[in-house]
């Protein structure tokens, strides 16, 4: 067809511009493009094999183009269908892409890419503990409406400083203000024997609205508890990228079990760092 000429014919000139340049910067460039021109031909191992001999063997690895690179190959092995190699490579740009747009642009690769079970396959993936805890870190902020506790330790036993943790320790925390706060709001004000959201007293709850209230409770309550003990915890041990907020998010959190004195010990503590350590 004649996209296909075409297609053979950029490739082609992409290449011979490759061998004929002298530095490296320009190199990776023409490489880049090379990539560019098999991905939207449909030709998606011509351009893992274009990554790897033309890109992935320049010396220059400043700037973006490198990043651009990166993208056609997950998109390529996405379309493969190797869906676990490519979450993980989107993973790695999020985490190394300094441009905002680009970060949310691979996000969103690792979504589509990304489903729970390919998990442990994903994670084999990676290079060493800081790209593990990447990884983790994605998954537990692909959760939107599920607790994630399990991925913030995951997080934390990788890199107790990663920079993501902080986001996802706050995330979780929200998620025990709708489950639990919310829910406890609703029960001072008298809400529970009426209607679950506006307190109507022409709406009576029924045994299912009941249920339902219970387990939430239920639920938001042992996550409160277990989530409270273990933050206070890693606020102890101290290492983590900022120590104070554990500290303040503890006596948070032991506050909601109207465990004064624990909430009191925890705000104390945090008062004993650097008065920027604790924003």
Do not use: C
């Not at 790897?52 to 400043?62: D, H, I, L, N, W």
């Not at 679950?196 to 219970?214: A, H, I, L, R, T």
Request: net charge neutral.
């Amino acid at each position: 067809t004649p996209d296909t000429i075409l297609g053979d014919r950029l490739i082609k000139d992409a290449g011979q511009l490759y061998k004929a340049a002298k530095k490296p910067f320009i190199k990776q460039r023409y490489g880049m493009q090379a990539m560019r021109h098999a991905f939207y031909s449909r030709r998606y191992n011509e351009v893992l094999r274009l990554y790897a001999q033309q890109v992935q063997t320049v010396p220059f690895k400043g700037g973006s183009v490198v990043l651009r690179a990166m993208d056609y190959y997950a998109g390529a092995l996405y379309k493969l269908g190797r869906k676990a190699e490519s979450a993980y490579w989107f993973a790695r740009m999020f985490d190394e892409s300094n441009d905002p747009q680009m970060a949310y642009s691979h996000s969103l690769g690792f979504v589509w890419s990304y489903t729970a079970d390919q998990l442990p396959q994903i994670l084999s993936f990676a290079r060493n503990p800081h790209e593990r805890a990447t990884i983790w870190a994605m998954a537990a902020m692909r959760n939107s409406n599920t607790y994630s506790w399990n991925e913030l330790k995951q997080v934390y036993q990788q890199e107790p400083a990663h920079p993501l943790l902080t986001t996802i320790l706050l995330r979780e925390v929200h998620k025990i203000e709708s489950e639990y706060l919310d829910y406890r709001t609703q029960i001072d004000r008298g809400y529970a024997i009426y209607d679950g959201f506006n307190g109507n007293p022409d709406y009576q709850n029924g045994s299912y609205q009941w249920e339902e209230w219970k387990t939430r409770k239920s639920n938001a309550d042992q996550h409160l508890k277990k989530m409270a003990d273990e933050i206070a915890q890693i606020a102890k041990i101290g290492n983590t990228q900022n120590p104070a907020l554990w500290h303040v998010l503890s006596a948070y959190l032991f506050w909601m079990q109207d465990d004064d004195a624990s909430s009191h010990l925890h705000l104390e503590a945090a008062k004993t760092f650097p008065q920027d350590a604790q924003t």
